[in-house]
């Protein structure tokens, strides 16, 4: 009975809200009527009482004149609703739902049908008040409606004035919203919502219907104040709904002919409105994608403030869903972000304009530290993630548009604050760890040359690897000297770039360029006078450097080593290039230069170094034709093998002597080219082998093929083919087979 009821009332409400104009006319009538006869009823009383007062007859109507009336009641209503066809005419130009709102305007309709039915009632006076002797109609015609209508025209036409004002439109239109979202908390809408789609349908337009003024008013406004409020209040819209959400019928989420009606969803399949359903998250979606579509406008429109304030109110409702625990809507909050990068990224590209990127940085990571404050470790890395993703994209396009370097600077400035914060809320180090190391990757795109990203190096103007530093800095002075390292590591890896000369008078630019700098930059910027590359801890400075050149020196043995191991990738690239008639894809000719760069910056001179081919040499070329044979490659496990290896024969040997021996080894083996002639090299050197080496040694040194062969975990025909081979040679009761996929290679005796 009681959801019958509900329903009931629901309908008259929704019915009341559709037809308001009719019913407003109804209800004036029907209380001038209601009126006009109290009114009568009463009239011997009033009568006698003006009578009495002021010696005036009411009764007699020709003892007063009432023939000017009419014409008072024609100026009026003219006058009122030419002022309304005037102002609303014009207001709707720049406010096109205003007609909309006005025609459901209470106040509004309830004094225009007013004035319209009292002047009809004025004009039946004329004709009938004397046939039916109805002297106290045209008195209240004339003394009381005609009193009432011109006290209030002009407090009206000004409500009407401030009513079309733009903002107001925008404030009017939210508080329908606000208080439909607010409505549908209320057990009765929960019944009649579950016994009536059409119900739910059009509480879905309503609420969407409304969103789509707003989104309209933002395209037709040019004015800023009116732009930031709507922006604001589409903002508190979703916050209180995302608050109310929890509480809401979940008949109300079914997608239903309205939603996929809406021109926000009428490109999505099938499946995305399942997902939608189940994650009924409609109403965030589409609020969302309104939000980016005026990200869209605003910075084509060079409004760079207001396109900034859109991020700023996504942190605010990324709060409310954290405090409403809805993952969900703060997936899609992610999503926004990440999609507002896109549109910066696009723009700064085509417009060489990097504010927008500058400002939305800014607000992004200020969404993260509020997943800090919350202990979301999941969100953070997400966030870190998409920060390097965006980072290593604009890097590598930085090179066409060198302004967008700052821009690297200043995400990589972002998450230093957050590290920071980190640290203060004392999350787990391998954490604090595992997201320093993606901050350490945000100036290296997978796959992409440093060579004119790095000449901000070779100047001592690179801004991220500063910031960098800036951070290394803190984590001294906290103690943390472990993450202080891994930034010192990270740094050395631009050692792989230039000669140990040019790299220890980079790191002494960098720091100096640290220890001058104040917190306020020497400009004026969309952030005031901050300087992103202040560092408060300069006292820090010195134990850095001797961290750093203290690391520096293993650092480059170990590139020494690899350098005769890159000259092997170059040489298969020159082979591939011949194979292919000296053509090489773009991939291939940037390796091809990366390589090349690396070697040179290892260059020496070896002028006066004998080059004596010994028995050592022919251990490393089969240690080499082992690991390079197979697959042309070697990587970094199966390297360290071929050292180790090396060590067992030669114990004594130090890292210049190993370089030196396998510089020599691998220039061999470029230098004869083909396959046949480095097969018939391995055979030498194996006869050598064996007449060199004790039986010991040599079943030693198959333990070490097997080693290499077993390195990268997957073992090739021709590593067990080669190693055979060696047996052979030697004559050796040995044995080895291909194993099964997951097994490792062994000797067989």
């Known amino acids: 009975m009681m959801e019958k009821i509900y329903e009931t009332l629901v309908r008259l409400n929704s019915l009341q809200f559709k037809y308001r104009t009719i019913?407003?006319?109804?209800?004036?009538?029907?209380?001038?009527?209601?009126?006009?006869?109290?009114?009568?009823?009463?009239?011997q009383l009033i009568a006698d009482f003006f009578l009495r007062k002021f010696d005036v007859n009411l009764s007699n109507p020709d003892a007063i004149d009432l023939t000017f009336a009419p014409e008072i009641w024609g100026g009026v209503l003219a006058m009122v609703l030419g002022t309304l066809i005037i102002v609303i005419a014009i207001a709707a130009e720049s406010s096109p739902k205003l007609m909309d709102l006005f025609v459901k305007d209470w106040l509004s309709l309830v004094y225009v049908?007013?004035?319209?039915?009292?002047?009809?009632?004025?004009?039946?006076?004329?004709?009938?008040?004397?046939?039916?002797?109805?002297?106290?109609?045209?008195?209240?015609?004339?003394?009381?409606?005609?009193?009432?209508?011109?006290?209030?025209?002009?407090?009206?036409?000004?409500y009407i004035l401030l009513y079309s004002k733009t903002s107001n439109v925008v404030s009017t239109i939210s508080s329908i919203i606000k208080k439909f979202i607010n409505n549908m908390r209320k057990p009765m809408i929960h019944s009649a919502m579950k016994n009536d789609t059409a119900i739910v349908g059009e509480y879905q337009k309503e609420i969407m219907g409304s969103l789509d003024q707003l989104d309209d008013l933002l395209a037709f406004t040019e004015f800023k104040e009116t732009q930031t409020e709507i922006i604001r209040q589409i903002s508190q819209i979703i916050q209180?709904?995302?608050?109310?959400?929890?509480?809401?019928?979940?008949?109300?989420?079914?997608?239903?002919?309205?939603?996929?009606?809406?021109?926000?969803?009428?490109?999505?399949?099938?499946?995305?409105?399942?997902?939608?359903?189940?994650?009924?998250?409609?109403?965030?979606?589409?609020?969302?994608?309104?939000?980016?579509?005026?990200?869209?406008?605003?910075?084509?429109?060079?409004?760079?403030?207001?396109?900034?304030?859109?991020?700023?109110?996504?942190?605010?409702?990324?709060?409310?869903?954290?405090?409403?625990?809805?993952?969900?809507?703060?997936?899609?909050?992610?999503?926004?972000?990440?999609?507002?990068?896109?549109?910066?990224?696009?723009?700064?590209?085509?417009?060489n304009e990097p504010r927008n990127l500058y400002n939305l940085a800014f607000h992004y990571a200020n969404m993260i530290q509020e997943y800090i404050k919350a202990d979301r470790v999941d969100m953070a890395k997400y966030c870190y993630d998409k920060f390097k993703f965006y980072a290593n994209d604009i890097y590598k396009n930085a090179e066409s548009n060198p302004g967008l370097y700052f821009v690297v600077d200043t995400l990589t400035f972002e998450l230093k604050k957050c590290q920071v914060l980190i640290h203060d809320k004392k999350w787990k180090?391998?954490?604090?760890?595992?997201?320093?190391?993606?901050?350490?990757?945000?100036?290296?795109?997978?796959?992409?040359?440093?060579?004119?990203?790095?000449?901000?190096?070779?100047?001592?103007?690179?801004?991220?690897?500063?910031?960098?530093?800036?951070?290394?800095?803190?984590?001294?002075?906290?103690?943390?000297?472990?993450?202080?390292?891994?930034?010192?590591?990270?740094y050395l890896d631009d050692l792989a770039y230039f000669d140990e000369k040019t790299f220890k008078a980079n790191a002494n630019t960098q720091c100096f360029l640290l220890s001058i700098f104040g917190p306020q930059f020497w400009e004026d910027t969309d952030r005031g006078t901050l300087n992103i590359y202040f560092a408060p801890e300069k006292e820090q400075i010195e134990p850095f450097k001797e961290l750093l050149f203290s690391l520096m020196d293993k650092r480059l043995e170990a590139l020494q080593r690899d350098v005769k191991f890159l000259s092997l990738e170059v040489d298969k690239l020159m082979q591939k290039r011949q194979r292919q008639d000296g053509?090489?894809?773009?991939?291939?000719?940037?390796?091809?230069?990366?390589?090349?760069?690396?070697?040179?910056?290892?260059?020496?001179?070896?002028?006066?170094?004998?080059?004596?081919?010994?028995?050592?040499?022919?251990?490393?070329?089969?240690?080499?034709?082992?690991?390079?044979f197979a697959d042309e490659e070697i990587d970094e496990s199966e390297k360290d093998i071929i050292y180790d290896s090396?060590?067992?024969?030669?114990?004594?040997?130090?890292?210049?002597?190993?370089?030196h021996d396998f510089g020599l080894t691998t220039s061999k083996f470029i230098d004869l080219k083909t396959e046949d002639l480095r097969q018939k090299q391995f055979d030498k050197s194996l006869l050598k082998i064996k007449e060199e080496l004790t039986i010991d040694n040599i079943k030693q040194l198959v333990s070490c093929y097997v080693d290499i062969a077993n390195a990268d975990d997957f073992i090739h025909e021709k590593e067990v083919s080669l190693i055979n081979h060696a047996i052979e040679i030697w004559n050796l009761d040995l044995k080895i087979n291909k194993p099964k996929s997951g097994k490792k290679l062994e000797i067989k005796k």
């Open 23 to 43: 019913i407003s006319f109804v209800l004036v009538l029907l209380m001038m009527i209601f009126i006009d006869i109290i009114f009568y009823s009463n009239f």
């Open 113 to 158: 049908w007013f004035l319209i039915l009292a002047s009809l009632h004025a004009v039946l006076i004329m004709f009938y008040v004397a046939p039916l002797d109805r002297a106290s109609s045209s008195v209240l015609n004339t003394y009381v409606y005609l009193f009432l209508a011109s006290l209030f025209t002009l407090p009206y036409i000004f």
């Open 240 to 351: 209180l709904y995302i608050k109310k959400k929890s509480s809401f019928d979940n008949t109300f989420f079914l997608l239903t002919n309205t939603i996929k009606s809406n021109a926000t969803f009428r490109t999505y399949t099938e499946i995305q409105y399942k997902e939608m359903a189940e994650s009924k998250t409609f109403y965030e979606v589409k609020t969302f994608r309104l939000l980016g579509s005026a990200y869209i406008k605003m910075i084509a429109n060079d409004r760079f403030d207001i396109a900034s304030l859109i991020p700023a109110e996504m942190v605010d409702i990324g709060k409310t869903c954290l405090d409403a625990k809805d993952d969900i809507a703060l997936g899609h909050v992610n999503i926004r972000f990440n999609t507002l990068f896109r549109f910066a990224i696009k723009h700064a590209y085509k417009n």
């Open 429 to 490: 180090d391998d954490d604090q760890l595992d997201l320093l190391k993606m901050i350490l990757q945000l100036d290296k795109p997978p796959g992409y040359s440093k060579d004119d990203v790095d000449k901000g190096i070779l100047g001592g103007n690179n801004g991220t690897r500063r910031i960098q530093i800036g951070l290394a800095l803190f984590y001294l002075s906290v103690e943390k000297n472990e993450f202080a390292k891994a930034i010192a590591e990270d």
């Open 583 to 628: 053509y090489l894809n773009d991939a291939d000719k940037d390796q091809m230069e990366d390589l090349q760069r690396k070697i040179a910056a290892r260059a020496n001179n070896d002028e006066d170094v004998v080059t004596t081919w010994t028995t050592n040499n022919d251990i490393l070329y089969s240690l080499l034709c082992i690991a390079f």
């Open 646 to 659: 090396y060590k067992i024969f030669v114990p004594k040997v130090n890292n210049e002597n190993f370089n």
